[in-house]
């Protein structure tokens, strides 16, 4: 019984996108490891700015300075 969980900063994941990671994982996982998608799970947790960083900065600082994680800004 596979379990995957995605953490992602509380940045305004809809629910749309929340359903496409949960399949394309599933998927994945079925493909890659020939497991039973009605027995693989998946758990998206939403991580406030506050409680995320990376080199050194909180990532709430990070975004005040205008650094994203969007590829297309």
Do not use: C, F
């Amino acid at each position: 019984m596979p379990y995957v969980k995605i953490e992602v900063t509380r940045e305004g994941v809809t629910r749309k996108q929340k359903q496409e990671l949960i399949a394309g994982v599933t998927q994945l996982i079925t493909e890659v490891l020939d497991k039973d998608p009605q027995l693989t799970h998946v758990v998206i947790q939403e991580v406030e700015l506050d409680d995320w960083g990376y080199a050194g900065e909180q990532v709430s600082v990070l975004r005040e300075k205008g650094i994203t994680a969007n590829r297309n800004q």
